[in-house]
């Protein structure tokens, strides 16, 4: 989730809007006393702001609602951002939406006011440098900031990249706004931090999931970057001795036969689950409480398998240095 | 002076004198090495899942907090100290006193 924190219904306090992988976009509206329960934002239609993939939280699945996209055919996106922008200089917030697939940035109109907004439920891709707004490495949290310091808001926004694996990580771009007020046209994507390589034998940057802010963090009168991101890295290894290969070879062995015990338990709790739910509806409350008791049953015994599986790599992770990836907020001065 | 040392002083030339082609070269950004950021001893943002910082004076005392949020919906905030790194991270509380949490799949 990204977050922006901005007036959204003009009272004079500030508001906390933000969008998460539900799809849709909430705010927490502030008042004297602070922010009050987060809300779904909704269109003038009354219904649920989105790009087209949301969580449907009375079937507990994603779905694909092409209502709102210009077009009309569903798309498997999800609004993961939300940010407050007055689009066409007419005084009142519109929205822009981003999503997380293909990294698309959709602007949705407020034809209402900021204390009675009315948002036209129709997304308009935001173009940049002429073609729609992308980031294929997948977007987290685009931010309006003046960056070149022109007057205007331009856009920085960061990417997912491969979150897990080697493949190449996430990075940070900048698209300027070279318009006017009331009509901004945003220019082709630039790179501020290139896409992480990854490879490195210590957290040295955020490699992926890049969610960034700018701003004068020094104040030394340039706008720095600061960075919230996965670091993902694989501590050198060393020669080991013969009795620690040995140990390695009995961790491993170890390790094998858990996961051996793992996979018939989960075999048991399968049979279980299917013999309880048979003749039910699938789709039905009663089969999802069914399973839900069954696997509520079995966890104990999966989860003190689970954690003696880490206790095992723990003790290999001494001897043969594996993947590790851990979450930080960096600080990118701006020389 | 050849050939080719003509052309390429040609070419220095049309290039120096492109329109744009100065600010272009003043305006790439460059950074120094990333560094973690620090509050109250510890890694900020460590443990949570994608953690996104934003800046914003949460408790109206002129200086920019860092605020971050997470996948799960979860909000904390690492109130900026003068002229010290930020303090620990706590939740960022609603009106009612209880942790901000917005709701995820």
Redesign the interface.
């Known amino acids: 989730?990204?977050?922006?924190?901005v007036d959204l219904n003009a009272d004079g306090h500030i508001d906390?809007l933000?969008a998460?992988?539900?799809?849709s976009p909430?705010v927490?509206y502030g008042?004297a006393?602070?922010?009050?329960?987060?809300v779904?934002l909704k269109d003038a239609q009354g219904q649920r702001l989105l790009i087209s993939s949301i969580?449907d939280?009375d079937l507990k699945k994603?779905v694909n609602l092409g209502r709102a996209m210009p077009d009309g055919n569903e798309r498997r996106e999800r609004c993961i951002s939300a940010l407050a922008f007055d689009w066409d200089g007419d005084g009142d917030f519109d929205l822009l939406l981003g999503s997380y697939e293909n990294g698309h940035l959709y602007r949705q109109m407020n034809e209402g006011t900021n204390k009675a907004p009315k948002f036209t439920g129709k997304n308009i891709p935001v173009m940049a440098g002429g073609k729609p707004f992308a980031l294929a490495a997948k977007m987290?949290?685009p931010?309006l900031v003046d960056w070149?310091g022109d007057g205007d808001l331009d856009l920085i926004a960061g990417s997912f990249g491969d979150s897990w694996g080697t493949s190449t990580g996430g990075g940070i771009y900048l698209s300027r706004n070279n318009g006017a007020t009331g009509k901004p046209v945003f220019g082709a994507l630039e790179t501020?931090?290139a896409p992480s390589p990854k490879g490195q034998q210590s957290?040295?940057?955020?490699d992926a999931?890049l969610?960034a802010?700018a701003?004068d963090?020094d104040g030394d009168g340039d706008l720095?970057?600061?960075?919230?991101?996965?670091s993902i890295w694989i501590p050198k290894a060393r020669k080991l001795t013969d009795d620690e290969n040995a140990i390695v070879a009995r961790l491993r062995e170890k390790q094998q036969a858990l996961r051996t015990k793992q996979q018939a338990v989960m075999a048991k709790v399968d049979a279980a689950t299917q013999e309880a739910v048979a003749g039910l509806d699938p789709k039905s409350p009663v089969h999802r409480k069914v399973r839900s008791e069954v696997f509520a049953m079995h966890r104990p015994e999966i989860m003190a398998l689970a954690k003696k599986q880490q206790a095992l790599k723990k003790d290999l992770d001494k001897l043969i240095p594996s993947k590790q990836r851990?979450?930080?907020?960096?600080?990118?001065?701006?020389? | 002076m050849n050939i080719a040392r003509l052309s390429l002083l040609g070419l220095t030339l049309v290039l120096i004198s492109a329109p744009g082609a100065a600010d272009e070269v003043a305006d790439v950004p460059r950074f120094a090495a990333p560094k973690r950021i620090k509050a109250g001893g510890a890694f900020l943002g460590a443990g949570r899942l994608y953690p996104s910082p934003v800046l914003h004076d949460v408790n109206g005392d002129g200086r920019a907090d860092i605020v971050v949020g997470d996948l799960f919906g979860k909000v904390t905030v690492a109130l900026a100290a003068e002229k010290a790194a930020p303090g620990a991270e706590s939740a960022l509380k609603g009106g009612d006193g209880k942790p901000l949490k917005f709701s995820n799949w």
């Open positions: 989730m990204g977050s922006q924190f906390y933000t998460t992988f539900d799809g909430h927490a008042s006393k602070g922010f009050g329960t987060p779904r969580w939280y994603h987290t949290a931010r070149d501020l931090i957290p040295t940057r955020p999931g969610y802010d701003v963090y720095d970057l600061i960075v919230g991101g996965y851990e979450a930080f907020v960096w600080l990118y001065e701006r020389l």
